[in-house]
């Protein structure tokens, strides 16, 4: 049974007609779903957000039709292209929301359910992304011209996935700061459930056979990293018959939780945040059923990751394995520089903290720094402080979370040898 909900749908659409100039009309017929505000030449009048934006070329052919945005430079979230025969609405929905699950079927290991349904663009979602976590969807919304369409895609997933009971609605910093006729008068870790029972967004799920628990209503993106869980389970295969494992920037433990039940002796978590740390510990309890996870010795560390490697230098702490999964440090471009060179610092810290043969796993989220320029520097670094490292693999996302274009591909990790 579904939760009741009273999310906006968004029959009978508003529509304009938004004219391009050659270089969207260019980037439209490349299949891009982004429609800038420079590349437009004429709109038929003033548009709100989640109105149907109809996009022509100077010639008047239909190049495709999407969400229009006045909030946002990318004017039009493009979610067709061409003349389609499925208008903007409900069944459209439901159409992408099938092949987004047609391209998932069957990739997701049996020991699993919690993972991503829709990943924004890659999956004709511009601007929004759906999590399932066991029973719980959780929709997080990016751009307002979403929201008057919450309830049609929601109706569409949970059709597709019967076993969702209940919702989670979340929006980016930007929406929350919107005006409530805006946002429909729905706030930022609203609920809905199937009415059985009271809910406060938490929720237990697993991945690979490990339980989690996610905080759906006010957690980070939705709750939980899912987009780490190959790579967690990468250090999991690493981790069999390790002695010790750092982990830093640990949110709730997820790669603590695989080293341990692959054998490791002792891993620490280290997490600026206490509620992070705490969220770790409820993990590790939640599985101490798992001999392995029972027996490892599991320390919590609540401060600056930064100032922790320096203490743990100081007291010649050394570590089998190092992972390093840091927030995006380079939100624009102008900050990709010193992004680079904080993540250079943490790795200088990292490798000193590291067996010699011990394993560095270096992760990264910012979209605006690729794969072998970070990596480049990261080698650079252990290099100049005597460290030099053996690169044994690299991944980037994994299939619940496609990058189809530049732009959405952020995620990239880097697995080294001291």
Not at 238 to 259: D, E, I, M, Q, T
Not at 335 to 352: C, M, P
Not at 386 to 411: C, I, M, Q, W
């Amino acid at each position: 049974m579904m939760p009741e909900h009273n999310l906006p749908r968004g029959n009978p659409p508003d529509r304009i007609a938004v004219r391009v100039k050659e270089k969207g009309a260019k980037a439209l017929r490349q299949g891009h779903p982004w429609l800038f505000e420079d590349s437009i030449e004429k709109i038929s009048r003033d548009g709100k957000p989640g109105d149907v934006a109809v996009v022509f070329n100077q010639a008047k052919s239909v190049l495709g039709a999407g969400l229009y945005d006045p909030s946002s430079p990318v004017r039009v979230k493009v979610l067709s292209f061409g003349a389609s025969k499925i208008p903007v609405g409900r069944e459209l929905f439901r159409k992408l929301c099938l092949e987004a699950k047609q391209l998932r079927d069957g990739k997701i290991s049996s020991d699993t359910n919690a993972w991503r349904l829709l990943n924004g663009e890659s999956d004709a979602f511009p601007g929004m992304v759906a999590d399932k976590y066991a029973d719980a969807l959780a929709l997080k919304v990016y751009t307002p011209a979403f929201i008057p369409w919450l309830g049609d895609i929601a109706d569409s997933l949970f059709e597709l996935y019967p076993e969702l009971r209940r919702l989670a609605i979340r929006f980016s910093r930007e929406v929350q700061r919107m005006s409530d006729d805006v946002r429909f008068g729905l706030l930022d870790g609203t609920l809905f459930t199937d009415g059985t029972a009271a809910w406060d967004g938490s929720v237990q799920f697993l991945e690979n056979g490990i339980i989690f628990e996610a905080d759906v209503k006010s957690g980070q993106k939705t709750g939980f990293f899912l987009d780490q869980r190959d790579n967690r389970a990468a250090v999991g295969e690493l981790s069999k018959g390790a002695g010790k494992v750092l982990n830093l920037f640990s949110y709730s433990g997820g790669f603590s939780l695989y080293a341990a039940r692959s054998g490791a002796a002792e891993v620490c978590s280290v997490d600026f945040s206490k509620h992070a740390i705490a969220a770790a510990c409820r993990n590790f309890a939640l599985n101490a059923h798992d001999r392995n996870i029972a027996s490892c010795r599991h320390v919590g560390i609540t401060g600056d990751a930064f100032a922790v490697m320096d203490e743990l230098e100081k007291e010649k702490k050394l570590f089998d394995i190092v992972v390093v999964d840091p927030p995006s440090f380079a939100k624009s471009a102008a900050e990709k520089d010193t992004a680079i060179k904080s993540y250079a610092r943490l790795a200088r810290s990292a490798v000193k903290l590291i067996r010699k043969n011990g394993i560095l796993v270096f992760a990264s989220c910012s979209s605006r720094i690729c794969a072998d320029e970070l990596f480049e520097a990261v080698h650079q670094t252990a290099a100049s402080a005597g460290r030099p490292l053996d690169e044994f693999n690299r991944t980037s996302h994994a299939v619940d979370h496609p990058a189809k274009f530049k732009e959405s591909s952020y995620l990239k990790c880097l697995y080294a040898r001291v």
